[in-house]
């Protein structure tokens, strides 16, 4: 049973940073890559960032240049920092693995941008 488990979420002001964390139940090298997806409300969950395990990252276009992703093999963490936040971050993130076929979640954790 694979458990992914979020956070680090909370509430920040336009302009500020926050660093979301994943705790994986296993080896994180055991899994093809690692994401993070968000989900605001009334739209569709999107990609943010993911890590392969050879260490290539991509980015969703609107977070480009603004958020990192990152990853301790020793812990089984995931990390995701995002810094220039802006009130359209807001959402649900998610944590997410791929081994081949199978794809595992966790329970999200909130991200809401506002003065």
């Known amino acids: 049973q694979v458990q992914l488990v979020e956070s680090g979420g909370g509430l920040v002001q336009p302009g500020g940073s926050l660093r979301l964390s994943c705790e994986v139940s296993?080896?994180?090298?055991?899994?093809?890559?690692m994401a993070w997806y968000r989900q605001a409300p009334g739209k569709e969950r999107e990609l943010v960032a993911r890590i392969f395990n050879g260490g290539y990252t991509s980015f969703g276009d609107p977070v480009k240049g603004r958020f990192t992703i990152s990853r301790d093999s020793a812990k089984n963490m995931v990390y995701l920092q995002m810094n220039s936040l802006k009130p359209e971050d807001t959402a649900l993130y998610y944590c997410?693995?791929?081994?081949?076929?199978?794809?595992?979640w966790g329970q999200g954790t909130q991200v809401t941008v506002s003065s």
């Open positions: 997410n693995a791929i081994k081949n076929q199978y794809e595992y």
């Open positions: 296993r080896s994180i090298y055991s899994f093809n890559a």
